[in-house]
C-alpha cells in the first residue's frame, strides 16, 4: 500500500520569508511518480510538479524548488520569498507509473498562509 | 496542457435525489478516467477508475451502486450518485489520463450540496 505523510498541516510565515513543505511517502513499487499540487481557495487542483522515481535531480522553477530523496523517502518543495498569493493548500501526492499513473495516493495537506 | 472540464461546477440537490456529474477530456482521448472525492478540510481520496468501454473498478469502502460511473466515450466519463443524502456532499473531482505521457490532468472539480 502506499502512504504519502506531510507532517506539517499549517504553515504561517511572513511575505519574502522561505519557507519548506516536507513529503515523506512509503511506496514498495520500484518505479512510481511523485507530485506537488497547489489548491487555492477556489478548490482547482495546479499540477506543480511531476518527478519519476528514477529522475533524484533536483528541480527549480523560479521561485519553486524541489528537492527528492530517495533514501530518506523525501520529496520536499520549497517556496523561496514567498508572497500572498501562495497562500494555499499544498498536496504532495504518489502515484504507481505508467497505466496506474492516475491512481494518486494524496497526503493530508499542508495550509500555508503568507502574510503580508 | 491538456484539458479536462466538468459540469456542472457546482450542484445542489434534495436528498433522495439522483445527480450526474460529467467529466471531459477536451483535447485528447482517455481511455482511463479517476474520480475522486475531497471533504471539506480533508485531502483527495480516489473512488475509482473508470475505463472506456468497461466497467469502472471501485476502491475499497465505495459502493459502486450508489456511485455509478458510466465512460460511453473516450472523452466523457459520468459519475451519478443515487439517491444522494447530506454525507454525500463533497467536492468530486475527476481525472484523465493522457496514455502517450502517463500524465494525469485534473478537472476542476464539482461542488455537491445535498439539502
Known amino acids: 500500500a502506499q502512504k504519502v505523510t506531510q507532517a506539517q498541516t499549517e504553515i504561517s510565515v511572513v511575505e519574502k520569508e522561505d519557507v519548506t513543505l516536507d513529503c515523506v511517502y512509503e511506496t514498495r513499487d520500484t518505479t512510481y511518480y511523485l507530485f506537488w499540487y497547489k489548491q487555492p481557495p477556489s478548490g482547482e487542483l495546479v499540477f506543480l510538479i511531476r518527478r519519476n522515481s528514477f529522475d533524484e535531480q533536483n528541480e527549480i522553477s523560479g521561485r519553486y524548488s524541489w528537492n527528492f530523496q530517495k533514501s530518506t523517502s523525501s520529496f520536499n518543495f520549497t517556496i523561496t520569498a514567498s508572497q500572498v498569493v501562495d497562500s494555499a493548500v499544498y498536496f504532495c501526492?504518489?502515484?504507481?507509473?505508467?497505466?496506474?499513473?492516475?491512481?494518486?495516493?494524496f497526503g493530508d495537506g499542508t495550509t500555508l498562509t503568507v502574510k503580508p | 496542457g491538456a484539458v479536462v472540464s466538468q459540469h456542472p461546477s457546482w450542484v445542489i440537490c434534495k436528498s433522495g435525489t439522483s445527480v450526474k456529474i460529467e467529466c471531459r477530456s477536451l483535447?485528447?482521448?482517455?481511455?482511463?478516467m479517476f474520480w475522486y472525492r475531497q471533504f471539506p478540510k480533508q485531502s483527495l481520496m480516489l473512488m475509482a477508475t473508470s475505463n472506456e468501454g468497461s466497467k469502472a473498478t471501485y476502491e475499497q469502502g465505495v459502493e459502486k451502486d450508489k456511485f455509478l460511473i458510466n465512460h460511453a466515450s473516450l472523452t466523457l466519463s459520468t459519475l451519478t450518485v443515487t439517491s444522494a443524502h447530506p454525507e454525500d456532499s463533497s467536492f468530486y473531482i475527476c481525472?484523465?489520463?493522457?496514455?502517450?505521457?502517463?500524465?494525469?490532468?485534473f478537472g476542476p472539480g464539482t461542488r455537491l450540496t445535498v439539502t
Open positions: 483535447d485528447f482521448q482517455a481511455t482511463t
Open positions: 481525472s484523465a489520463l493522457l496514455a502517450s505521457s502517463y500524465e494525469q490532468y
Open positions: 501526492a504518489l502515484s504507481e507509473a505508467y497505466t496506474n499513473a492516475g491512481k494518486s495516493t
